[in-house]
Nanobody, 123 residues
Framework: QVRLMESGGGSVQPGGSLTLSCVASGGHPRLTSHCMAWSRQASGKEREVVARLEPIGRTTYADSVKDRFTISKDNTGTTLYLQMNNLKPEDTAMYYC???????????????WGPGTQVTVSS
């Protein structure tokens, strides 16, 4: 069973940047064989997937974060990142890392989630 643990959240002013990390451990934590994603949930709102990374390297982003956020992984295959630039107050949310085993394609569902890390954007 792969475990995911996010870190890097915090408080930042509008226009600032943060980098979130998601460390995979246990099981067979090779992110190159998993479909990965970052999602977020603001207080009182539904969870929103903001970035996806497929084993083949394809990335997709929600319109709300496109051109501001970048999803990537390190060369060890154990850490996923979300670089967030030009943060806005509406980016305030709990951010979660998610993984789904790759079986030749990536469904838009994930069976493993981290506990989340809080990002707060305010002046």
């Amino acid at each position: 069973q792969v475990r995911l643990m996010e870190s890097g959240g915090g408080s930042v002013q509008p226009g600032g940047s943060l980098t979130l990390s998601c460390v995979a451990s246990g099981g067979h934590p090779r992110l190159t064989s998993h479909c990965m994603a970052w999602s977020r949930q603001a207080s009182g709102k539904e969870r929103e997937v903001v970035a996806r990374l497929e084993p083949i390297g394809r990335t997709t982003y929600a319109d709300s974060v496109k051109d501001r956020f970048t999803i990537s992984k390190d060369n060890t295959g154990t850490t996923l990142y979300l670089q967030m630039n030009n943060l806005k107050p509406e980016d305030t949310a709990m951010y979660y890392c998610a993984a789904q085993e790759y079986l030749g394609y990536c469904p838009r569902t994930y069976n493993t989630w981290g506990p989340g890390t809080q990002v707060t954007v305010s002046s």
